[in-house]
């Protein structure tokens, strides 16, 4: 298991048939939003210790305020207060170890939850202990974002998995009607 100090690391995602998380301009389109899927993300943050995401990657939802979080910006030096968000950290991972915004935002023990975009995903790649891939069956998004940088037409979100040392553990058909499954991938040699 990859641990930073006492924490987990787990990613989250929602992709569409072609492995995109949103469209080339960056809106998540509505063929990639679903219900039961929110539910699980919902769930899952109300018990992560704190959310990762860059800056236009914010889940929302009703208990979003309380949740500690920690966005990446280009915009400052090494970590400092989010002036519109009272429990987050604004990082630089150019300026200044995971371990130290985690300790500036004084967070509690268990999972560290990164939920995007794009270079995150791919920032946290050598470091996740699971990643929980949720794929829309029905949708496919042209020209789209992919959820890991390496992902195109010859390379799918689970070919770099895969080759990152994850293995899939079982489906779950989570809306069958919808075509959305849910796969946690655990690192093999954690
Ligand atoms: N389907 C899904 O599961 C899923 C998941 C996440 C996001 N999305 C969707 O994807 C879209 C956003 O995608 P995005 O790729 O633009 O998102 P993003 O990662 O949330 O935002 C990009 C910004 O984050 C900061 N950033 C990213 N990597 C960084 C790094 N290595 N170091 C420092 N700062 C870094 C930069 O902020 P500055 O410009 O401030 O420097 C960058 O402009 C939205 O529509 C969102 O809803 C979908």
Redesign the pocket.
Same mark, same amino acid.
């Given at each position: 298991m990859l641990m930073i100090g006492p924490h987990r690391i787990e990613g989250?995602? /929602? @992709?569409s048939a072609d492995g995109m /998380?949103?469209d080339g301009s960056?809106?998540?389109p509505d063929t /990639?939003r679903n219900d039961a899927d929110q539910r699980f993300l919902q769930r899952e943050m109300d018990r992560a210790a704190v959310v990762v +995401?860059?800056? +236009?990657?914010h889940e929302g939802g009703p208990r979003a305020g309380d949740r500690k979080r920690i966005i990446?910006?280009?915009?400052i030096a090494s970590v400092a207060p989010d002036p519109s968000h009272p429990h987050a950290l604004l990082w630089?991972?150019?300026g200044a170890k995971l371990e130290a915004a985690i300790a500036a935002l004084g967070a509690a023990d268990g999972t560290i939850a990164i /939920?995007?975009?794009?270079? @995150?995903f791919g &920032?946290f790649l050598p470091l996740y202990d699971a990643f929980h891939l949720t794929h829309a069956a029905h949708a496919k998004i042209p020209g789209g974002?992919p &959820?890991f940088p390496e992902v195109g037409p010859q390379t799918t979100p689970q070919d770099v998995l895969a080759r990152r040392g994850f293995r899939p553990g079982p489906r779950r058909d989570i809306d069958a009607a919808a075509g959305i499954t849910l796969t946690t991938w655990e690192r093999a040699n954690g």
């Open positions: 989250y995602a /929602i @992709v /998380i949103a960056g809106k998540m /990639i +995401h860059g800056r +236009h990657s990446l910006t280009r915009q630089n991972p150019a /939920i995007g975009g794009t270079d @995150v &920032v974002r &959820v």
